[in-house]
């Protein structure tokens, strides 16, 4: 039996049932599912397992019984409800035989942690695969008493799932997969360093034991990759018992499978699961382990010992989260990240208002592991290795003595086991061991610590006897661990290894040490290496002198050869001798020459050292002080030289003083002066200088530097530099002038520079002085730069000597003004301005030169305007001439330039005419020149003429070389009567307009060229044709004898030659006989045989240079015939033509005559069949000279076409006339569901009444103004999917889909009635039974034990619910989901909003399978009435059932003695005065449960009264009541007991300041359990007066301080309320404006925020649209598609659409072999329907067909160019396939493939004509043509066959065709509508939320107010209390103060500890 359940519907319910399979093929199978669930057969789904694995012929034969699969529209959808999965978890057989080993080995609380790591385990091999980051979170929720464990791993299918649950299934034994084809045996990991393979999930057994060691119930929730289903289950302690005492089978439960996020299962006591599954939204795939039920025992210990157990599982899994060389903080170039970085986090949630606590693993940095790892300096790696494959990787880490101390981790792990005691005899020799009695090495097994197996020690490693120089403190001093593969065994809880010390001690285990893996040593050979590890490690590690802070590792270049090769570490500091050296310090050195004084700059010590470590030797460098006074920067010398007797203030000292001799600046004296403004004219001398070099004080040094206070010292000198910087003082353009280095001079007293001469060029310079050493020249000395003086002047120019002619333009023309420009230089050349007043003096021969005037502008003076004079020679206008430019006054004051003087602008034009007059129809010549002003030939590039002659185009030829000859067309003027004509031509130059115009006139005399033809017809007299006459003819008639003649201009008849005649042309006739032109015989003229035609004529001469026209119009010819024309062509049967027919007299050539006339009435006559002739009369129409016939009426016949024949004489004519049905008149039902016609109640009628209108012979009618509707008795309910009533459509049918039919049981009458303009149209009835619906629920029944009690806080009895349905029997066919049980106090009909919803189970007896059962509910704990809601929602849009029920709560059984209210803590003084002396004063105690319900009824005893102290107090004196005694009692009656007054005595002893418990103890006569005693904790103090005082100012702070509180905290809250509805505001503003533009991008303009009425008119408008769209009929594929499943694609009929009718008619007949072929994805697929149809149904495999070459071109398309322009718009007819929007893109491509394997290259075009050429066309260019198809119906195949039958279409009502797709805007108005609504509901939200955040700000402002003014008043009284106390003081007591070890001030603080504890513990 297979469960399946019909998902495929979001908005119906699923549906279940179980359905046999044994023996069915997957074929049968599906048929059976599609009767089961009624499933069309054209319905394409999927079928999947609940892995969502699509089911086909071999997954159907290995799927096992009880299995449960889904019916879903694709693989991928989401499931709509929850759905259950019946599995089934038989613990495995090794349960039986290894059952007794898996036990937690911890003590006490301990053993959380290894059961949390197993939950771990499970997660890391979940996660092992994942490509990024491993998270693990382990969540404790202790305010739900739960613990979660989640991962992001790859999850679990049911199948896995269902593996999970069986006990002791391991993973070499369990099958993952539902199908033993897809199963996957285990595969071993490949080999990782240290075992870090994650694959540590592994016997089945901890996963389950662990969380049945934490809690008492475990919920999975898992989801896999590739599935999108969540799969859900739940085991638990009280399940499992249940089940036991009932004899149920104990390991056989439910799964859950349901969508990510859904909740609904879920109840009110586990509410918090909620918003873990919503979670799961968000996540790919992940597990979560739920463990509820978690003992208080255990919460304590997971809350106080947060830090303990994370550190342990930090510890557990160090290498996992750190990596395989683990958590080194000192190095991060140690860190391995080889895999997926792993976070494991825990989570401690507690009740408000305390904050979760949160840690991730990795930040843990004490576990021992990190510990041991950042402690050792060394590593000795080794490997062993075992016969049977077994690999451990081990590593021993040396921790040194430094200094002072042994460095070996102290041990935190509390997890150890029992310690070993201590030998008297070696205690002192193991008291100073770093390691102790410790064993050295912890174990990993596959990279995660087995805690309880350590291993002390192998026979290598131990300290040998004798034969070794290393100390045995040495052996102490390293820890160890050792890696392994999972070939050694370790216990099911992963505590404790095996096997591993007992293998690893065999002799076949072999040790190698890693270093040298390739040569197998001996145990001996690796004890050697060992220990000589050991020896290096002390030599270099246990050190005494501390270097700290390591910079790095360098190969020091200052050292000797032998030296180089080995590295130094650098150190930033050191320790040495207890004081601390640093980077910077000053420091003195000792027995070094000199002696050093400076700053430390670096430690160095010898060897490859990183990190802090201890050495005797090392390095320091020094940098030399003061700097500048030393040539080396600094010295490094050995650390031992360091004076540590130097104090900071003698170095300093000495520094300050040595800085005295470095040279400070220079001292500049000029002795001639500086330069005025610093500016030096060219060729100036610069200088004398005198420079001295000064210390800081201005004191002259002697031009020496005293180094190191040894030697006559350094000697100084200056160096003189002299720098050109340029114009700009651009450093790039430097360039050093002079430079020369002055020694000092006695006599001068410093450094003598003499003048320098020759600086003449001019810019910017640099005067530099500088102190070098003048051994060298260097400028600075010990690092520093020596001092240097800098002196800035500029050189500027001379005065005016010389000029040069600058930017003159080598050639110039007459008369066009230019300038001279002329540059003004000095001596040396240097520009220079002009000196004033310069007048320039111009010469040039043979021409005239003058200027206007001269500017100046710094260097430059322009002479302006100068113009040149005079006659060029014409045979050399480019004549060369020398410009003298004389400026008198300057040294050189004459310039010549050669200069070229062209022809000027121009400036007239010449025109002269060689043909003056001309003859008519010739060309004229004119000779035109253009002139300067001077009269010179101008050329000029672009100069045109422009020639005007009146009645002649414009002519513009090129003048640009000055002169040119212009010949204009030949001129054709009209002469008239032979006279000349004379003509003006007008000359000009376009683009100079200061040149004149030139205008002549012209002379055309006549020419002899024929310019006149004249027509004539010649019979017996002359007619002639004037020009565009009209003429009338007979038509038809032949128009002979016409003649034509030709004149010339002067109006002379031209003889007509062969020559002329060869030129003449008419536009009538074709083939001309022109032998008779030459006699001027024109071709006879054939007259047009209708009369609107009118014919042109026309004869021409010379290409109708010379023409003449004429229209020729046809007259009517003799009547031929009679024409009979009907204004209409239908008429309705029994009415009258409403449109005459017109009678026509026509000729042969169906030209009117217009013959008739009035009398020509009597002479007609007409017949036809059933015509009415009484009202048929004939008149005369005067204005068309026709017949107009009216009175056609037809009384009977049938309908369609009628012959109706008209006679005139000898005349006779037929037309058809359409008969139609005749007026509505009664109504027919032509389809509708088979009768007897039965339904069930609230059901849909399952076919449509489809009503057709009909006139009173029964032909239906379609008058749309017809409105049909149904009547149905009162007591019937009708729910239709169009109104009650409604017109008929275009065909006269209406159609009635009746969707519910709602009434009580019985027989009914449906009348159908119809009206046209109020006129009753009669029409059928149908009968119809009304059937009761077994499955609608109409009634529920609760049946329970009415004489329970129900006690606080216990379990409600059983609660079994029966659904009654409307027939009155039990149903169960609902979701037991929809079945809630409702809880609130008090008793109401309405529920109230705050109320318990609890969810029903399934019954447990199986004769009650149809009831559902609430089992044990929680009783409230609160004593009182209570009502009880059933309801069931079968559907949330109908009123759900309900049935109610009260229950009283009564008190449970007493447990405890409690006061009727909390008294506050007493405070008692000793004293006299009873009102000190009061503890309790008017209080009843009371017998209550543990809810505090009174439960004394029938309860009498005694309550004893004592004092003592409290737990763990130290014994003291105890106060005595009043009577000195310690005891008193009171009676107890009906569990209650009243204290009047309790006080104790007058001068009570006791401790002053000590709090102590007032103990009530009851005792009753019949003890029911033990009964809790009541305790009050009090305060006793010896001082009354102060005290009292103190204590009442203490407790009025308390109040006022939590009333500050309190203030502060509702004004955080009220804050908090603000912010969190400010941000809604700002969401759902944000919502609304993202969903405004996805709204714009879909066409919806929207371009503000809408009203929810206007977005309410626009999803009305677009509803009504897209309803419109889907009631338009359209044309639907008519073959039953009857073969559906996952590897069926479809009929080829149902695949595709097809918009245009003529492209469906012709492609579904090209295809009509084929449109039932049922195409399949797989061959196999297809030979199984082949096989199940009995070979009866043609069937095509998608992975045989050869699918040809994509985006083939068109065959008149090669290179993208087209052959030829084809006719008939041709287009491959498969590009006129549109597919169904439902497929998904893989099966379109695949459709589309299909349809060009069977269409091919078949085109579609307009007509056969088009379809032949384009096919003759295509052939000519050597190509193939494939079939072509044409609208109308032809087919022209790939042979080029066309004709017969074969190739004619049929019409399309014959054929199976495609369907018509719906409209591209019918799916985009379903996105704007779906667009709509999501915007309307994000309006809607955004109105509330503002509408609430505005109603509440006002509040919120004023709430704030009062608050702050309340919080300001407690601050000021806290104040004054405050004050109050610092005045009281506390006087000695009277007794017990000598006791006393605390002050009285802190005494007073006690009570109020002691009440919080007090209260917490209550």
């Not at 206070?709 to 340029?726: D, F, P």
């Amino acid at each position: 039996m297979i469960t399946v359940y019909d998902c495929r519907f979001e908005n119906r319910p699923v549906r279940k049932k179980t359905l046999e399979k044994s023996g069915l093929s997957l074929y049968t199978f599906l048929h059976r599912v599609h009767e089961e669930f009624s499933i069309p057969k054209s319905e394409i789904f999927f079928v999947v397992t609940t892995d969502r694995t699509v089911v086909d012929d071999a997954k159907f034969e290995e799927l096992q019984d009880s299995s449960t699969i889904y019916l879903l529209q694709n693989r991928q959808q989401a499931l709509p409800v929850a759905t259950e999965e019946t599995i089934n978890f038989i613990p495995h057989y090794n349960t039986l035989l290894e059952s007794g080993t898996f036990e937690y080995i911890a003590e006490g609380q301990q053993g959380l942690s290894c059961a949390l790591a197993e939950l771990v385990d499970n997660s890391l091999s979940a996660t092992a695969k994942n490509e990024g980051v491993r998270t693990i979170e382990i969540r404790l929720l202790f305010d739900k008493s739960a613990v979660i464990v989640l991962d992001n791993g790859c999850g679990m299918t049911t199948k896995q799932l269902n593996n999970w649950a069986v006990y002791r299934l391991s993973k070499f034994t369990r099958e993952n997969s539902t199908f033993k084809s897809e199963s996957e045996g285990y595969v071993r990991p490949k080999p990782v360093p240290r075992s870090l393979n994650s694959d540590i999930s592994y016997f089945g057994v901890g996963g389950k034991q662990a969380a049945f060691h934490i809690g008492d119930s475990v919920r999975m929730i898992s989801k896999s990759v590739n599935c999108p289903d969540v799969h859900e289950l739940v085991l638990s302690k009280e399940e499992f018992q249940k089940k036991e005492r009932n004899k149920e089978d104990v390991f056989e439960g439910t799964m859950l499978n349901r969508k990510p996020g859904d909740y609904l299962h879920i109840t009110n006591n586990e509410a918090f699961l909620r918003d873990v599954i919503k979670e799961e939204t968000t996540k790919d795939s992940f597990t979560a382990v739920v463990i509820t039920g978690v003992s208080p025992k255990h919460i304590n210990y997971l809350r106080q010992g947060f830090e303990e157990w994370t550190r342990q599982l930090a510890h557990i899994y160090h290498y996992y989260i750190h990596g395989f060389d683990g958590n080194c903080k000192t190095d991060n170039s140690q860190r391995s990240d080889a895999g997926p970085r792993i976070d494991i986090l825990a989570t401690l949630v507690e009740k408000p208002p305390k904050t979760p606590r949160s840690k991730n693993l990795r930040q843990v940095d004490d576990d021992m592991q990190t510990k041991y790892i950042n402690s050792a300096v060394d590593t000795f790696k080794f490997m062993a290795t075992t016969p049977d494959g077994g690999l451990v990787e081990g590593a021993i880490r040396y921790h040194p003595f430094l200094y002072d101390r042994e460095t070996y981790p102290q041990d935190v792990n509390l997890h150890q086991g029992p310690a070993e005691e201590i030998d008297d005899e070696n205690e002192s020799g193991t008291v100073n061991q770093a390691r102790g009695k410790r064993d050295i090495f912890e174990c990993f097994w596959n990279g995660r610590l087995i805690p309880y197996t350590t291993v002390s020690e192998f026979d290598w490693c131990r300290r040998p006897s004798k034969g070794t120089s290393v100390p045995a403190e040495c052996y102490s001093r390293f820890s160890g661990v050792l890696f392994t593969n999972d070939k050694f065994q370790v216990n099911s809880s992963k505590q404790k290894f095996m096997d591993l010390e007992l293998k690893l001690k065999e002799k076949d285990t072999l040790f190698t040490p890693v270093f040298n893996v390739q040569k197998a040593s001996k145990n001996r050979n690796l004890q050697k290496e060992f220990t000589q590890w050991l020896q290096k490690c002390h030599e270099q590690f246990d050190k005494q002198v501390k270097f700290i802070d390591y910079k790095g590792t360098e190969i020091r270049k200052d050292m000797p050869n032998k030296k180089m090769p080995h590295p130094w570490a650098i150190f930033s500091s050191i320790e040495l001798d207890g004081k601390i050296y640093k980077e910077g310090q000053i420091l003195k050195s000792q027995k070094t020459s000199p002696i050093l004084y400076g700053t430390v700059v670096n430690f160095f010590l010898c060897g490859d050292h990183k990190g802090d470590v201890f050495a005797t030797g090392g390095e320091v460098e020094i940098k030399h002080k003061p700097e500048g006074l030393y040539e080396e920067l600094t010295k490094v010398i050995p650390i031992t030289k360091i004076d540590r007797t130097a104090t900071d203030e003698d170095i300093k000292t000495h520094i300050e003083n040595e800085r005295k001799k470095l040279p400070g600046h220079l001292k500049v004296d000029w002795p001639e002066g500086e330069l005025e403004n610093a500016v030096l004219l060219a060729g100036n001398p610069l200088g004398p200088l005198k420079v001295q070099i000064v210390n800081s004080d201005g004191v002259p040094i002697s031009s020496r530097i005293h180094a190191g206070g040894q030697g006559a010292g350094i000697k100084l000198g200056v160096l003189l530099r002299v720098v050109y910087n340029g114009a700009t003082m651009d450093e790039s353009m430097d360039e050093e002038v002079f430079t020369i280095i002055a020694p000092y001079v006695v006599k001068h007293n410093g450094h003598w520079f003499k003048k320098i001469e020759n600086l003449s060029r001019l810019g910017k310079y640099t005067l530099t002085l500088n102190a070098v050493v003048i051994e060298n020249e260097a400028t600075d000395f010990g690092g520093r730069e020596l001092p240097s003086y800098e002196h800035k002047f500029t050189i500027k120019e001379g005065n005016a000597e010389s000029f040069t002619v600058t930017e003159l333009s080598p050639s110039q023309h007459v008369g066009v003004p230019f300038n001279i420009p002329l540059q003004i230089k000095d001596r040396y050349g240097h520009p220079t301005k002009p000196p004033p007043k310069l007048q320039p003096v111009l010469q040039c021969s043979g021409l005239e030169l003058n200027y206007e005037k001269t500017t100046c502008s710094g260097i430059l003076l322009t002479i302006n305007g100068v113009k040149a004079k005079g006659r060029l020679p014409q045979y050399q206008q480019d004549r060369s001439y020398d410009l003298n430019v004389i400026l008198p006054g300057l040294k050189n004051d004459k310039q010549t330039v050669r200069i070229i003087f062209f022809p000027g602008k121009p400036h007239s034009l010449h025109v002269k005419s060689k043909t003056n007059p001309v003859e008519n129809g010739n060309p004229v010549s004119f000779e035109i020149e253009v002139h300067d002003e001077a009269g010179n030939i101008t050329a000029n590039p672009k100069q045109k003429v422009h020639c005007k002659i009146s009645g002649l185009l414009s002519v513009m030829k090129d003048c640009s070389t000055g002169k040119i000859v212009l010949d204009t067309k030949p001129i054709n003027q009209k002469i008239v009567n032979g006279e000349p004509q004379m003509l003006k031509a007008t000359f000009d130059l376009p683009s100079h307009q200061q040149v004149a115009p030139v205008t002549t006139e012209l002379m055309v005399t006549p020419s002899s060229r024929i310019s006149r033809m004249e027509l004539f017809y010649q019979d017996e007299e002359k007619l002639e044709f004037r020009n565009n006459e009209t003429i009338k003819w007979q038509a038809g008639e032949v128009l002979k004898n016409l003649f034509y003649k030709l004149y010339d201009e002067a109006g002379r008849e031209v003889p007509i030659t062969a020559e002329i005649a060869s030129h003449i042309e008419v536009t009538w006739g074709k083939n001309i006989d022109q032998r008779d032109f030459p006699k001027g015989r024109l071709p006879d003229l054939q007259v047009p045989t209708h009369v609107d035609e009118e014919h042109f004529c026309q004869v021409s001469y010379l290409d109708k240079n010379v023409s003449s026209c004429f229209k020729i119009i046809p007259l009517p010819n003799e009547p031929a015939r009679l024409k009979a024309t009907p204004l209409q062509n239908a008429v309705k049967l029994g009415e009258t033509l409403s449109g005459n027919i017109k009678l026509e007299l026509m000729d042969k050539y169906e030209n009117i005559t217009r013959k008739l006339t009035a009398t020509c009435t009597e002479s007609f006559s007409v017949e036809a069949e059933g015509l009415d002739k009484t009202n048929i009369s004939f008149k005369w129409m005067e204005s068309n000279h026709s017949i107009e016939v009216t009175g056609v009426r037809f009384r009977s016949g049938s309908l369609g076409s009628r012959e109706i024949c008209f006679s005139y004489k000898d005349f006779t004519e037929s037309v058809i006339l359409k008969v139609t049905p005749g007026v509505p008149s009664q109504l027919k039902l032509v389809s509708g569901p088979e009768q007897p016609l039965q339904v069930l109640n609230g059901h849909n009628i399952p076919e449509p009444f489809i009503i057709q209108l009909c006139d009173k012979w029964g032909n239906p009618s379609p008058d749309q103004n017809t409105n049909v509707k149904i009547e149905c008795p009162s007591s019937l309910m009708l729910k239709l999917t169009a109104n009650i009533s409604m017109p008929v459509d275009a065909e006269g049918k209406a159609c009635f889909v009746v969707n519910t039919v709602k009434g009580s049981k019985g027989h009914y009458t449906l009348q159908f009635e119809g009206s046209l303009n109020d006129k009753y149209i009669p029409g059928p009835s149908v009968n119809l039974t009304l059937l009761p619906d077994p499955n609608k629920p109409v009634r529920l029944s609760v049946d329970y034990d009415t004489s329970a009690r129900f006690p606080a806080g216990g379990k409600f009895p059983v609660f079994s619910v029966t659904v009654f349905s409307d027939e009155g029997s039990p149903m169960k066919t609902f979701k037991p989901a929809d079945l809630s049980m409702f809880l609130w106090e008090g008793v109401s009909t309405v529920p109230p909003e705050a109320v318990t919803e609890l969810k029903c189970r399934k019954p447990i007896e199986e004769e009650r399978k149809n009831c559902y059962e609430f089992r044990e509910e929680e009783i409230p704990a609160r004593v009182g009435e209570y009502t009880i809601e059933f309801s069931l929602k079968p559907d949330k849009t109908e009123d759900h059932l309900r049935h109610q029920i009260t229950v009283l709560v009564v008190a449970n059984e007493p447990v405890k003695l409690e006061p009727d209210c909390q008294p506050p803590t007493p405070v008692v003084f000793y004293c006299t005065d009873i009102t000190n002396r009061l503890l309790v004063e008017n209080m009843t105690l009371k017998i209550t449960d543990q809810f505090g319900n009174l439960a004394g009824q029938g309860l009498n005893g005694t309550v004893f009264i004592s004092i003592k102290c409290p737990e763990g107090g130290r014994n003291r004196s105890l106060p005595l009541f009043e009577g000195k005694t310690s005891t008193l009692h009171i009676s107890l009656k009906e569990g209650s007991a009243h204290i009047n007054r309790l006080a104790i005595m007058e001068n009570s002893p006791g401790e002053n300041g000590s709090r102590y418990i007032l103990l009530f103890r009851p005792e009753v006569t019949v003890p029911p359990t033990s009964l809790t005693p009541f305790e009050l904790p009090f305060q006793f103090y010896n001082d009354a007066e102060n005290q009292q005082k103190k204590f009442e100012l203490m407790r009025k702070k308390d109040e006022l301080t939590n009333a500050a509180k309190n203030c502060e905290v509702l004004s955080e809250s009220i804050r908090k309320k603000r912010d969190a509805f400010e941000n809604k505001v700002k969401d759902a503003d944000q919502k609304e404006f993202s969903l405004r533009n996805e709204l714009n991008k879909r066409g919806v303009n929207i371009e503000h925020p809408s009203s929810i009425t206007a977005i309410e008119e626009c999803l009305k408008e677009k509803t009504l649209e897209v309803e419109k769209m889907e009631k338009v009929r359209r044309r639907v594929c008519s073959i039953s598609n009857r073969f559906s499943g996952p590897d069926v694609l479809g009929m080829v009929g149902h695949l595709a659409f097809v918009a245009d009718d003529d492209a469906a008619r012709l492609i579904s007949w090209q295809l009509q072999g084929d449109m039932d072929c049922v195409i399949t994805t797989t061959t196999e697929a297809a030979h199984n329907i082949y096989k199940d149809s009995g070979g009866n149904q043609q069937v095509t495999a998608f992975d045989s067909i050869h699918v040809p070459q994509e985006n083939r071109p068109m065959p008149h398309i090669r290179n993208g160019h087209e052959l030829f322009k084809p006719p008939g718009n041709p287009t491959f007819a498969r590009d006129l396939l549109t597919y169904p929007h439902k497929q998904q893109s893989c099966d379109t491509d695949k459709v589309k493939k299909v349809f060009e394997t069977f269409l091919g290259d078949t085109i579609l075009m307009d007509d056969l004509h088009s379809a032949t050429s384009y096919r003759r066309e295509v052939v000519k260019n050597d190509i193939s043509c494939p079939t072509i198809l044409t609208r109308q119906g032809d087919r022209l195949s790939a042979r080029g066959k066309f004709g017969g039958a074969q190739n004619r279409a049929p019409s399309i009502d014959k054929l199976k065709v495609f369907g018509a797709p719906l409209p591209e805007r019918y799916y985009l108005l379903k996105e704007q509508i779906d667009g709509l609504r999501s915007y309307r509901a994000a309006v809607e939200d955004k109105q509330k939320v503002e509408k609430d955040h505005k109603d509440h700000s006002v509040k919120w402002v004023n709430e704030l107010l009062q608050n702050e003014t309340k919080k300001n008043g407690f601050t000021k009284e806290l104040q004054d209390i405050d004050r109050q106390l610092e005045s009281a003081s506390v006087r000695p007591g009277k007794r017990g103060a000598e006791n006393s070890a605390e002050s009285p001030g802190i005494v007073t603080k006690r009570p109020r500890r002691n009440s919080v504890s007090r209260n917490l513990l209550t």
